[in-house]
């Protein structure tokens, strides 16, 4: 077995690369990953140097990862500025670290990409040991799957657990069985809001595939930009990116629209892979009362039923999602942290996040809409 770091994801072939996917996660594919690089979102002068990693068996691919060299924290959706705090005082440098992700993208999915389970192994390890090579902080693999973060604990990481909110289509016919499902007071708070809309003059289409273009995913970019100015982010996906999902990754794409007099006044980005629609982006021109939850959870659930999608993915943050359908579940993310004391320190911090992770679960659950036995 060799392993060697790749300067962008074009230093290998899609097809080679793909073969490693279990399933069919959009984001971890060639494709998605060269539009990022290609449009300037993930690159050096954002602050994610791509150094992806290929393990090979006589020349013959048996795992990678999606690697990144970072100068900062921000883009990924699992919190370490803390840390990167604690470090510097301490007199250590936090930066530059190493982050196995998808840039921008908190969704769980793979990340150590194999052929075999001994492959993946390898593989954990391999990343384990690039800290020490390079003399640098920390990797750190967010939004992997369980049995990955199991694997990656034995190499050496820390386990670190988040909260997001998926609502699971159980067989639904349609929107109203969906409804019927839920509580009373939930089925009247659902209908208000859905109303609401309407009665504002404001129509929702949702485009998918062939009905979409490059001009209409490229007039998205207003729409992300008036998100990230709101929540004083970091504008780092192009109007190149929008613009490029028309090239082949068109048939993934689900693209909500909220109009009102024939104009474009919000609108929500989607990917669909496998059994799952993920929610991605939102964005609005002008505020209108509850046009998010139109947009983002309700039109994505009648598609998801409609196309018998097991699941829609709605990110972190939200009680609002817990009220409307979108259950918690533990995501994961496993973390090398190379100088013994601060790895200790973290270590202490974990294990306590973690209790109150699993409480916060618990407690959210009955938040959901959802009837219980024998209630109307």
Not at 78 to 105: E, I, M, N
Not at 175 to 182: I, P, R, T, Y
Not at 256 to 268: L, N, P, Y
Request: charged share 25%.
């Amino acid at each position: 077995m060799q392993a060697r770091l790749l300067a962008g994801i074009k230093e290998i072939e899609a097809s080679a690369w793909d073969s490693l996917i279990p399933g069919d996660d959009p984001f971890i594919r060639h494709d998605y990953l060269a539009l990022l690089e290609q449009s300037g979102s993930a690159a050096t002068k954002t602050g994610w140097q791509p150094i992806h990693v290929l393990v090979e068996n006589e020349g013959e691919p048996v795992a990678a990862a999606p690697l990144f060299a970072k100068s900062h924290s921000w883009g990924e959706y699992v919190f370490d500025h803390g840390w990167a705090d604690a470090l510097q005082r301490a007199g250590g440098s936090y930066y530059p670290k190493l982050q196995c992700a998808v840039p921008f993208t908190p969704v769980p999915g793979p990340r150590l990409l194999a052929t075999s389970e001994a492959a993946r192994r390898d593989l954990a390890g391999v990343l384990a040991g690039l800290p020490e090579a390079y003399a640098l902080s920390s990797l750190h693999v967010t939004f992997c799957g369980q049995e990955e973060s199991r694997v990656l604990a034995e190499a050496g990481f820390l386990e670190r657990r988040g909260i997001q909110y998926h609502w699971h289509n159980r067989g639904y016919r349609d929107f109203q069985d969906f409804l019927d499902a839920c509580r009373s007071q939930k089925r009247k708070m659902i209908r208000k809001e859905r109303e609401a809309v309407q009665k504002a003059g404001i129509e929702v289409e949702v485009l998918h595939g062939d009905q979409l273009d490059a001009a209409t995913l490229a007039g998205f970019h207003p729409f992300y930009l008036s998100t990230i100015d709101k929540r004083w982010g970091q504008a780092y996906l192009t109007r190149r990116f929008f613009r490029g999902l028309a090239d082949g990754l068109r048939q993934r794409v689900v693209y909500v629209v909220a109009r009102k007099e024939g104009q474009i006044v919000g609108a929500a980005l989607n990917l669909w892979g496998g059994d799952t629609l993920y929610g991605r982006l939102w964005g609005c021109l002008e505020d209108y009362r509850f046009l998010h939850f139109e947009c983002c959870y309700y039109a994505a659930i009648e598609f998801a039923i409609a196309h018998k999608i097991a699941r829609v993915e709605a990110g972190a943050q939200g009680q609002h999602k817990l009220m409307r359908g979108y259950e918690p579940v533990p995501t994961f993310s496993a973390h090398y942290l190379r100088e013994p004391a601060f790895r200790s320190a973290v270590e202490r911090f974990l294990k306590e996040e973690r209790t109150a992770m699993d409480e916060q679960i618990e407690a959210s659950r009955e938040l959901l809409p959802f009837r219980r036995p024998n209630e109307a």
